[in-house]
Every structure is written in C-alpha cells, then in structure tokens.
C-alpha cells in the first residue's frame, strides 16, 4: 500500500472548519483513500474514503485532487468532540480471501479548541 | 454503533497464563478482524476470519491463535502470555467485506507482568 504523509499536529477553533491534509504521492490506480480517527481510548472510528471523485456523507468530505496525490479531510463545523488523532490510510482494493488489513501510521491530532 | 462488544475490557495477567479475548457481533457479518494497538507500531494485524471456522494469520500471529465457531463470536487466544502482548487489542468487522471500510469494537487493555 502507498505511503501517506500528514502533520503531526494541528488546531482548529470550535465552529471553523477543519481541513486536514494528507499526501499519497504513490498512490496507485485501484487504491482508494480512507479517513479514520481515533479519540482517545476508543477503537478507531471509519469516516469516509473515495477513489477519485470528491465523497460526503454525514460526518465529512473527502477532496482528492485530480492527480490523486493528494486529499484533504474535510470536518465542516467542528466541535470539541471532534478532538482525536485523524489516521489517513491508502488502501488497496481486490484483496481476495479477506486479509485486506488497516496499516495506521501516526496521524494528525486535531485539536479542537474553543 | 456497530453492534461489536470485547470481553473483557481490561484485563491483567501473569507471564504464563492462558489469555481468551472475545469479539462478539450482533449483525452476523462475515469478515472479522482482530488488531493490536502499540505506541510506535500503530496497528498491526493479527488474525482475521471470513467465517465461520475459515480464519487466517496477519503479520504479527506469532503466540495468537483465533476460533470462530459462530459468526458472531471470534475469540483471540494468547496460549502462554508474554510481556510483548501487554498492548490494546481491538476487533473489527466489515460488513461489506474485506475491501471496505472497517468497524472497531471498544478494545481490551490486557497487561501481562
């Protein structure tokens, strides 16, 4: 699976917009983009991921530039609860037999303050 | 929710010890997973399952055994606990299969001294 590189840190003030960037400069083809977070002491919670077009749901947007290499997570209103460690993970699909494991590397903590 | 529950929430243990952590499910989906968590290793792969009795090793299966023997339980064994396996131990499901997007249950915090 291709690399990502996101910041280790960032803030973001409650109410704003938090956009959190991540670089896949290797991505290949048939791998598609997820977003995980993990607030403290919990398990991992999916966000959302895509392939090439933009992606929403209730939780976020996902931009993923044209040349794919890059993505940007996208919390629209944020509140104090979106505080967590947000994992950007590249994925590849069309693993037979059901070993397609999460590689999570270290994240960006967000930091959501008021 | 996800409808995923791991017994026991914490544990702690001896060196030696036989160690069994469940994952139960509520929904009967196929695919099952079981991670570690680690400072420094992020998570990492353990066993995972795609039914019932069909399981298979991840990268780090090494002192791990699993068994399903229902689709909604998947049990990960430590036959002789070690010091290396004090670590968080989360479970996982993918409802719409092994490409897609995974669901974690709430982890076990399991110290061997």
């Known amino acids: 699976d291709a690399k990502t590189t996101q910041p280790p840190s960032m803030d973001c003030a409650e109410g704003r917009a938090a956009n959190l960037p991540c670089n896949h400069s290797?991505?290949?083809?048939?791998?598609?983009v997820y977003w995980y977070r993990q607030i403290h002491s919990q398990g991992p919670q999916y966000i959302i991921h895509?392939?090439?077009n933009n992606e929403t749901n209730e939780m976020a947007s996902l931009i993923i530039t044209e040349d794919r290499k890059s993505s940007t997570l996208i919390l629209p209103h944020a509140t104090l609860r979106d505080t967590a460690v947000y994992y950007c993970?590249?994925?590849?699909?069309?693993?037979?037999?059901?070993?397609?494991?999460?590689?999570f590397g270290t994240g960006t903590q967000l930091k959501v303050e008021l | 929710d996800a409808g995923i529950t791991q017994s026991p929430r914490h544990k702690v243990t001896e060196t030696g010890t036989p160690v069994t952590l469940r994952c139960h499910q509520t929904?009967?989906?196929?695919?099952m997973y079981w991670y570690r968590q680690d400072p420094g290793h992020g998570l990492r792969l353990i066993h995972y399952?795609?039914?019932?009795?069909?399981?298979d090793k991840g990268e780090v299966s090494d002192g791990y055994s699993v068994s399903r023997s229902k689709t909604e339980d998947f049990l990960l064994t430590l036959e002789s606990a070690t010091s290396s396996q004090t670590s968080v131990y989360f479970c996982?499901?993918?409802?719409?299969?092994?490409?897609?997007?995974?669901?974690f249950g709430p982890g076990t915090r399991l110290t061997v001294t």
């Open positions: 290797t991505i290949s083809g048939n791998e598609y």
């Open positions: 895509g392939l090439k």
């Open positions: 399952s795609y039914g019932v009795k069909d399981t």
């Open positions: 996982a499901i993918s409802p719409r299969g092994s490409d897609y997007e995974q669901y």
């Open positions: 929904e009967n989906h196929r695919y």
């Open positions: 993970i590249v994925r590849v699909a069309g693993v037979t037999g059901g070993g397609n494991k999460l590689t």
